[in-house]
């Protein structure tokens, strides 16, 4: 059990870790931490601590370091740390001077992530488990081809060829695009499938081929996400061996990395924090994950981490996390929230 004192050493351990990557010896603690007790009260702490599993001594004759349970209670120790004012206002500003689209502000939401928290940043783009409808168009190509454009609430946008089994006019095609629109704008693929609305053949033909396309984008996985940071991680003492690496890099050569590190119940608003080996997949036990969703959660949603050794600066990198992720949720509602939607 963690007392008030313990806790302090510990919580200051940690620190001092995270800071120089070297284990911390107990004088050390007694010389800096101003606790105002004896050296000998800091070693004991110190062995009862490393006896409960929150510190691990790498050698006998060293200090010592941190373990998952040792950085998992500090992490639970930080409280309401806002990011710094400075540091909000170039985040602010830098986002008013890129263009309106998705792509570019989650382009610089990875950038400026990883040059924050000095690791690797990760940016999915926005997706619905089940997308709806937000408008289609379907273009005359040939007597009996057109063009359907489908745009779903999030700003994505899918085209297919499709071929009727009659000859079809731009008016036609254009009445048929009133009547799907009207009848199915803000929909499931499941909600269209059961609608029960009488349809002519052609709208009927119009109609298959939108529930494909929507079930297709329903069914993809996560597109690939914006990564950058490498070298900041490749700077880390522990990641100095290239072994330490190998399992990341197979990780972004397979397009699997997204899908390791989301957990099941991550859910929105707020951030949260996997350390080690409270990851499930193995091959990224030796890192820390810091993550939090964005975007519209009854529309489209994706997610934002950082990645990077357990030694990480966690009281900067929680709050430059939620506060990224809170201006995507306020850019993301100003662009495809209901007030609009056409």
Same mark, same amino acid.
């Given at each position: 059990?963690?007392?008030?004192? #313990? ?11 995270? +800071? ?88 610089? +939401? ?6 924050? +928290? ?191 050794? +357990?030694?990480?600066?966690? #009281? ?27």
């Amino acid at each position: 059990m963690v007392n008030e004192r #313990s806790g302090r050493i510990l919580n200051y351990i940690v620190r001092r870790y995270i +800071t120089d990557a070297i284990p911390v010896p107990s004088q050390a603690v007694a010389d800096k931490a101003e606790l105002g007790v004896s050296p000998a009260t800091i070693r004991n702490e110190m062995a009862l601590l490393e006896k409960e599993g929150y510190l691990i001594r790498p050698h006998t004759s060293a200090g010592c370091i941190p373990s998952d349970k040792g950085y998992r209670y500090y992490v639970q120790s930080i409280d309401n740390i806002a990011l710094p004012r400075e540091e909000q206002y170039l985040i602010s500003h830098t986002f008013h001077q890129v263009e309106k689209e998705v792509e570019a502000w989650l382009s610089l +939401t990875a950038s400026m992530l990883a040059r924050l +928290t000095q690791n690797v940043a990760v940016v999915s783009l926005p997706k619905s488990n089940d997308c709806k409808l937000k408008h289609l168009e379907l273009i005359s190509v040939q007597d009996t081809r057109a063009l359907m454009v489908v745009v779903l609430e999030g700003a994505t946008v899918r085209q297919k060829l499709i071929t009727f089994d009659e000859a079809v006019t731009q008016p036609d095609l254009t009445n048929i695009s009133n009547k799907l629109n009207n009848t199915y704008a803000g929909l499931t693929k499941k909600e269209i499938t059961k609608s029960k609305i009488e349809l002519t053949a052609l709208e009927k033909k119009a109609s298959e081929h939108l529930a494909e396309i929507m079930g297709a984008e329903d069914s993809k996985e996560y597109q690939e996400p914006y990564l950058e940071g490498w070298h900041f991680m490749l700077d880390k003492p522990e990641f100095t061996q290239s072994n330490q690496m190998r399992n990341l890099m197979e990780l972004v050569e397979q397009r699997g990395l997204l899908k390791v590190i989301v957990p099941e119940n991550l859910i929105a608003p707020g951030v949260q924090v996997i350390i080690g080996k409270e990851n499930q997949y193995e091959g990224i036990q030796n890192c820390s994950v810091v993550i939090c969703r964005y975007g519209l959660p009854e529309e489209a949603s994706g997610t934002l981490a950082v990645v990077g050794p +357990t030694r990480m600066p966690y #009281s900067h990198t929680i709050p430059t996390v939620f506060y990224l992720s809170s201006v995507l949720n306020q850019l993301m509602g100003g662009l495809y929230g209901p007030e609009n939607r056409s």
